[in-house]
């Protein structure tokens, strides 16, 4: 066989052909380990539309599906390696300040009730059943399987990140949704000037510094303050070793609770709080026992030998928690605040926070999409934060001036007459074509600036010619009318003459 010489964009293969281009099918499965951002989930079904949708079509700046303008978190969009959802957490705690999370699917003994909502549990006064075997795609980390497996039945069924379920799908929408990429780094925006790319990697340093906080589970404890850990190496394991309830002097009866726990339950206002320095990292640096100060330059907030228990209630609903309740802690609150499982939410969209990743600010948490909202004006056509002089309010909402579009053909609309439905501009081309109605006389197209009349399903053109009485072909603009069967009239006399 003879040899061929073949070259590429990169490189040069010479032999035969079949040995040429052998090798670069080799190497093109290489590279494909670096996936494009328009073909992660190409031709995935949509949840909303079914077949209606042939499959997704990512929009090149609109970041939606070009087939049924659904968002990506709306189709079935799989991420077997678990790798788009590592960058992205990846992005997010790249510096200094690791993040105690956990990557991988992990498979734990949990009680009946985290795969079967109708069975009773320890938490409503059932007792312990068999322990089965549930493999989570997440589950927060640091925290002993006990703990992780109460946390789990204090969370809404559908929001059990059980692999292939329901919830590992609301998750994975989630994580689109509440953490945008497109507001982590400037390769995820549409065209940014340097100027712009500037802004934004800024304002992530800022939310890195002073707002982001991952949350940790933690029993409360009467007489002390959660020991919130600020910095993970990659040595941490997944779970921690549970030592037996006996060493811990904890009731063997009720796993993770104390022997007795009294008094009335409310929030401590003398609670122990954790110091926060100006550069956004805690002043406490290691965990310290229960008997000492948690902050020594602040001895007011200590707990005091003798002193009686701190009393805490969730810093969402209000309600009581007592001692041994399963609780979360955010590092950036503070220690005196915690909440239940199912209330650590999102402070304006109410979402359960996904993965427990926060953003503080003005002593509420946040998802990073709300939080990002209350500091920049975001783009209702492409989802992007505007960092640019200028830009487009209408419709109540703000617009990149390059992406003030319309929302069907992409026409730019500064400066022309557009029609708004459903909070979308269209032109009027488009709005003529997609959404024109057809007038009963005449049967033409209602221009979308034109004037109209409609009465049920019917329309007419607001004129002499078409709305007149099927009858006496009288106008009927401005006057009483009969309709009937699709006709209408100026009277009964009228419609018997047509409809006798």
């Known amino acids: 066989m003879a040899k061929v010489t073949i070259k590429t964009d990169k490189d040069v293969y010479q032999g035969t052909e079949e040995e040429a281009y052998e090798s670069i099918r080799a190497i093109d499965t290489a590279r494909r380990d670096v996936v494009l951002g328009h073909e992660i989930g190409a031709g995935a079904a949509c949840v909303k539309c079914g077949d209606a949708c042939p499959g997704f079509d990512l929009h090149f700046w609109r970041k939606i599906c070009k087939n049924c303008k659904c968002g990506p978190a709306d189709h079935k969009i799989s991420d077997p390696t678990n790798h788009e959802t590592i960058r992205k957490i990846g992005r997010l705690f790249d510096d200094d300040r690791a993040a105690r999370y956990n990557r991988k699917k992990v498979t734990i003994a949990t009680q009946p009730s985290v795969t079967d909502p109708s069975a009773t549990t320890l938490e409503n006064g059932g007792g312990e059943g068999e322990k089965t075997n549930t493999t989570f795609d997440w589950i927060p980390q640091g925290a002993t399987e006990t703990i992780v497996s109460r946390y789990m039945e204090m969370i809404p069924k559908e929001a059990q990140p059980i692999s292939g379920t329901h919830g590992a799908h609301i998750r994975n929408k989630q994580l689109h949704e509440q953490l945008p990429s497109h507001d982590q780094a400037p390769e995820f925006c549409d065209n940014l000037s340097q100027i712009e790319a500037d802004k934004l990697k800024n304002f992530v340093q800022e939310y890195k510094d002073n707002a982001l906080g ?13 020991i919130l850990v600020q910095q993970v190496t990659d040595q941490m394991t997944d779970l921690m070793i549970e030592p037996p309830a006996e060493e811990q002097g904890l009731s063997a009866e009720h796993p993770g609770a104390p022997d007795k726990v009294e008094g009335s339950i409310q929030v401590n206002p003398q609670a122990p709080k954790l110091h926060i320095t100006d550069n956004g990292t805690s002043g406490v640096s290691t965990p310290v026992p229960s008997s000492l100060p948690v902050n020594d330059q602040n001895e007011s907030d200590a707990i005091e030998l003798g002193s009686p228990a701190p009393k805490w209630a969730c810093s969402k609903c209000g309600e009581g928690m007592k001692g041994g309740d399963v609780a979360v802690f955010a590092e950036r609150a503070g220690t005196n605040k915690c909440w239940h499982p199912a209330c650590f939410r999102c402070h304006t969209c109410d979402e359960l926070l996904v993965d427990l990743i926060y953003f503080w600010k003005d002593d509420n948490v946040f998802c990073g999409r709300h939080y990002a909202d209350q500091i920049r004006p975001r783009c ?55 959404f024109a109605k057809t007038c009963s006389s005449c049967s033409k197209k209602i221009q979308a600036d034109g004037q109209r009349l409609s009465h049920g399903d019917s329309h007419w053109h607001a004129t002499n010619e078409c709305f007149k009485c099927s009858g006496c072909q009288q106008s009927l603009i401005g006057k009483q009318f009969l309709p009937k069967s699709g006709y209408i009239f100026c009277s009964v006399t009228c419609k018997k003459k047509v409809l006798p």
């Open 380 to 434: 209702a056509a492409c989802d992007e934060l505007i960092f640019a002089k200028e830009y487009t309010q209408a419709e109540d909402q703000n617009w990149h001036l390059k992406h003030f579009c319309c929302w069907e053909c992409d026409t730019p609309l500064g400066g022309k007459r557009y029609v708004a439905r459903d909070a979308h501009p269209y032109c009027l081309d488009c709005y003529q074509n997609t």
């Open 214 to 226: 991952v949350g940790q589970i933690q029993e409360v404890r009467p007489n002390e303050a959660p």
